[in-house]
């Protein structure tokens, strides 16, 4: 059974930084593609950024040059380094895993993949 769980949320004015973090468990990690996606309140869910087993990325436009993904392989831990945020940035951020490509994951979400219960950023203005 595929288990994410999701930290390193919170709030922060616009221009700071956090790091999200993501525990990965209960399948053959490098056999996925893991990444992010984003929601926030009545707007449809947003790919962020994925990486798939041999360190390829993709990136949403809307972050490129801000956010940073990597991953742990030893620890089974993905990471999200996000600097500069803005107000628009503020949503639930899920960790998500998906047999796909990154470029493609990023593009419909991690929508038929599984994901975790999300951590919160807030970026206030």
């Known amino acids: 059974q595929v288990q994410l769980v999701e930290s390193g949320g919170g709030s922060v004015q616009a221009g700071g930084s956090l790091r999200l973090s993501c525990a990965a468990s209960?399948?053959?990690?490098?056999?996925?593609?893991m990444g992010w996606f984003r929601q926030a309140p009545g707007k449809e869910r947003e790919g962020v950024a994925a990486i798939d087993s041999d360190g390829s990325t993709s990136y949403a436009d809307s972050v490129k040059g801000r956010f940073t993904i990597s991953k742990d392989n030893a620890k089974n831990t993905l990471y999200l380094q996000m600097n500069s945020l803005k107000p628009e940035d503020t949503a639930m951020y899920y960790c998500?895993?998906?047999?796909?490509?990154?470029?493609?994951?990023?593009?419909?979400?991690?929508?038929?993949?599984?994901w975790g219960q999300g951590t919160q950023v807030t970026v206030s203005s």
């Open positions: 998500a895993a998906e047999r796909s490509h990154p470029a493609t994951v990023v593009a419909h979400g991690f929508r038929f993949g599984y």
């Open positions: 209960g399948y053959t990690y490098s056999s996925y593609c």
